[in-house]
């Protein structure tokens, strides 16, 4: 992706929030039959999410790590996964704390 680890976190953020929000509004348009299909759907969107989410916060420092800058690929990894942690941290604030 980049080498900040503040857009790296908050580009995995905002990618789960428009997932998350797909599904959650689009149960209003769903049809209510079970279907064989959903299973498949829900593993397919995993599968995605994983390679999205590898994608993030392991491309940058792969490249780093190949041109031998080994410090500074852990570096931007943990960084960016801190940066994550941090905003995973709030909106479980948010979700316990009965705001919204």
């Given at each position: 992706m980049s080498k900040n680890p503040i857009l790296n976190a908050l580009t995995?953020?905002?990618y789960i929030t428009l997932v998350s929000s797909i599904m959650y509004y689009g149960t209003?348009?769903?049809p209510k039959n079970d279907s064989f299909l959903a299973p498949i759907a829900m593993l397919s969107l995993f599968t995605l999410s994983a390679a999205v989410m590898g994608y993030?916060?392991?491309y940058?420092?792969?490249?780093?790590l190949f041109a031998k800058k080994q410090k500074a690929a852990l570096n931007l990894f943990?960084?960016?996964l801190a940066?994550?942690?941090?905003?995973t941290i709030l909106f479980l604030l948010l979700l316990?704390?009965?705001l919204i």
């Amino acid at each position: 992706m980049s080498k900040n680890p503040i857009l790296n976190a908050l580009t995995a953020t905002a990618y789960i929030t428009l997932v998350s929000s797909i599904m959650y509004y689009g149960t209003q348009f769903a049809p209510k039959n079970d279907s064989f299909l959903a299973p498949i759907a829900m593993l397919s969107l995993f599968t995605l999410s994983a390679a999205v989410m590898g994608y993030l916060f392991c491309y940058q420092p792969l490249l780093l790590l190949f041109a031998k800058k080994q410090k500074a690929a852990l570096n931007l990894f943990l960084q960016t996964l801190a940066i994550f942690a941090v905003t995973t941290i709030l909106f479980l604030l948010l979700l316990f704390s009965g705001l919204i």
